[in-house]
């Protein structure tokens, strides 16, 4: 299969009512570029309204994530919020429930119109929710794959990046971090994914040789391939990106590449085989790594796009670049 090429996540804060309509305005678009075809765009649209209309009801310090979603086979909705959360959330998708004295179809509408809706809340921490709407009708929800990037503060494009493949079985996810940020870190970033897009069933050493060739006249960057495979993961980094290994219970290991710059001075790269977890995740600098000192093992259980938007709307640095990818555990045979 081929592999998608995300372009930088849109992040719309939901702190005044006229958010409602910026999203609604920009997931359509958002969505007309992605090819959605029909009516598709309008009920992006609408996925964006109702869920920032429950930011702005009932939450705080909250934010719509747009994006096509990783496999470039549809668009993400996300919103994320550090409100009182939702008590009962079966009740809340019933027509007609409201603590707001409104129509109270918001989450119901959401449910309706998404192809897959995923929704996470505790009471006093906030809501978390995706919604993922298909290209084409059948498609089924890649679960096992999630991811954001957002450019720093003030910059217009992103000099992170990923990518996604699925094929033989297993995903490949790359993490790339550009030199610095701004246009040039961007245009080695693009070099490298259209790269790894030509090759992405290389094994994961051979692969970032193939991007050192990719960036020797570009500005270089961090980069990291991971391969879940089922029943062990593979590792192989160059740079600052951080790879962590999530159980259930806790954070079960936390890597690092190889010193170096893929594209100047990288070392030979080596692979690392690692045991099995229930998710992979994988962020660059942009991305506190301190999140790791006291996680509650609740949000490591959270879906992987619900795992991602939590940590880059909890912990990122604002003035770099900042890109989050998971991989899930995914069984043999899954597609």
């Not at 007309?32 to 309204?49: I, M, T």
């Not at 906030?126 to 991811?147: C, D, E, N, R």
């Not at 940590?311 to 990122?316: A, C, V």
Request: glycine share 10%.
């Amino acid at each position: 299969m081929t592999p998608a090429v995300p372009r930088p996540t849109v992040q719309i804060p939901v702190d005044h009512h006229s958010a409602v309509q910026v999203a609604a305005d920009r997931a359509r678009s958002l969505a007309r570029e992605c090819g959605l075809p029909g009516a598709l765009p309008d009920h992006a649209a609408v996925l964006a309204s109702e869920l920032a209309t429950n930011i702005d009801k009932h939450a705080r310090d909250g934010a719509i994530y747009l994006q096509p979603s990783p496999r470039g086979d549809g668009l993400d909705v996300v919103a994320v919020d550090r409100g009182p959360g939702i008590a009962d959330i079966p009740l809340s998708f019933t027509d007609g429930y409201t603590t707001t004295r409104t129509l109270g179809a918001g989450l119901g509408t959401v449910l309706r119109t998404a192809t897959d809706f995923t929704l996470r809340s505790e009471p006093g921490h906030g809501t978390l929710a995706h919604a993922w709407l298909a290209k084409t009708p059948g498609q089924q929800h890649p679960v096992a794959v999630g991811g954001l990037c957002l450019p720093a503060t003030g910059e217009e494009v992103s000099g992170d990046g990923y990518a996604v493949a699925r094929h033989d079985g297993h995903w490949t996810g790359l993490v790339l971090d550009g030199l610095g940020h701004g246009p040039e870190a961007a245009t080695a970033t693009r070099r490298a994914v259209r790269t790894f897009r030509a090759h992405p069933d290389l094994p994961p050493a051979e692969l970032l040789t193939a991007l050192h060739k990719a960036l020797r006249h570009s500005r270089g960057a961090a980069a990291t391939v991971v391969r879940v495979h089922p029943g062990y993961v593979e590792h192989c980094g160059i740079g600052n990106i951080r790879v962590v290994m999530c159980s259930r219970e806790g954070i079960a290991q936390q890597f690092t590449g190889q010193p170096g710059i893929v594209g100047y001075n990288m070392p030979t790269p080596r692979t690392v085989q690692l045991e099995p977890a229930a998710a992979v995740l994988v962020h660059t600098d942009g991305i506190d790594h301190r999140w790791t000192r006291d996680v509650p093992p609740a949000q490591l259980r959270l879906p992987p796009t619900l795992l991602a938007a939590s940590l880059m709307h909890s912990h990122r640095r604002h003035r770099d670049d900042a890109t989050a990818l998971v991989l899930g555990g995914l069984p043999q045979g899954q597609s």
